[in-house]
């Protein structure tokens, strides 16, 4: 019989919560098909009471989940090869799935992770609902964020880059070569990482005296067509930017592309710097300047993180950052005499 304390039985909760045992053991084990109402109910009393589990019958499939919200461009691949240096040193298979630009999984990706019982589940730039957690934890599949695009969460383990450092740093730089019509074309709002890069860009021209200038902010999206648009705006004003620093590497593409289209020459004209540092950068017209995000390793970092929680070992700290750097190439140089 338990105990006022003790954790309770999948008959207990069934009893407290008027609901078969057949539907707790489908909450317990994340199914998607009991009504919301009910779900809630099962969890709220296993959150006071707790849940006795069961010794599992089957150990998890060597597989680590890898869930990105697009996949796009040489992002994912630097991320992917990071978790599969990891995944292959212990003998693991790399699994790769896609939101297709949502930050959340929707029920059936979830139901699909459920199913094939992985050794833990890594989401890329997205995250999971409080009742995905949970329904992870219940089946004892462990998660980590890696380049979170929101707020974590408590007590979530996450990994992510010195944004704030690497907009400091980009800024700086523009502003050590003479520049003081800086531009920023940021990411998207809800992105921790762009939120990140802007104050760096602000604080660094606060330090420098520079008043910031709100028709030099861009909003961007993370993509080549926002920093496009942005730069066309941007560059059209009565009294341009000298520099443009773009929140992604993608989106410097885009600059270079407006700045071709009118008839501006890099860095001539126009200076640009990016952020991530993507393997195609060296190779632009002129090789980017850019701020280097260590994403490989921070793949790496988050699948080692995974494995430890897989094998019950204590994480020494939850949330990971790893630093940034700034690359000098040839898009970048003090500007034009006016």
Not at 246 to 273: F, H, W
Request: hydrophobic letters at 40%.
């Amino acid at each position: 019989m338990a105990t006022e304390s003790s954790p309770l039985t999948i008959a207990q909760l069934a009893e407290l919560a008027g609901v078969s045992t057949a539907t707790v053991s489908k909450v317990v084990n994340g199914r998607s098909e009991v009504a919301p109402e009910t779900r809630a109910a099962v969890e709220k009393i296993i959150r006071e009471r707790g849940y006795r589990r069961q010794r599992r019958r089957t150990a998890p499939v060597a597989l680590l989940e890898l869930v990105f919200h697009a996949l796009e461009g040489d992002y994912p691949i630097e991320i992917i090869k990071g978790v599969e240096q990891v995944a292959r040193a212990h003998q693991l298979t790399v699994g790769v799935s896609e939101l297709h630009h949502h930050h959340t999984p929707g029920p059936s990706w979830l139901d699909g992770v459920l199913r094939r019982r992985p050794t833990g589940v890594i989401a890329v730039f997205s995250g999971l609902t409080e009742a995905q957690r949970e329904q992870l934890t219940h089946r004892e599949i462990p998660l980590v964020l890696l380049d979170p695009a929101g707020d974590p969460g408590q007590g979530v383990p996450s990994v992510g880059a010195g944004n704030w450092n690497g907009g400091l740093a980009a800024t700086r730089h523009l502003l050590e070569l003479g520049h003081r019509r800086i531009a920023v074309i940021t990411g998207p709002d809800y992105a921790l990482s762009s939120r990140a890069r802007l104050d760096g860009y602000r604080t660094a021209l606060d330090m420098a005296g520079v008043p910031v200038d709100q028709e030099l902010i861009g909003r961007g999206d993370f993509l080549i067509e926002g920093g496009l648009a942005q730069a066309h705006r941007l560059l059209r004003l009565p009294d341009p930017p000298t520099a443009i620093f773009t929140c992604n590497d993608g989106q410097a593409m885009g600059v270079y592309r407006a700045a071709y289209e009118l008839g501006l020459r890099i860095p001539d004209d126009l200076s640009v710097i990016g952020f991530d540092d993507l393997p195609p950068m060296r190779w632009a017209i002129p090789p980017l300047t850019t701020i280097r995000q260590p994403l490989t390793e921070m793949a790496a970092a988050a699948a080692t993180m995974l494995l430890k929680l897989a094998n019950d070992e204590p994480l020494p700290q939850s949330r990971v950052e790893l630093g940034t750097e700034l690359v000098i190439r040839e898009s970048t140089a003090p500007p034009a005499a006016s």
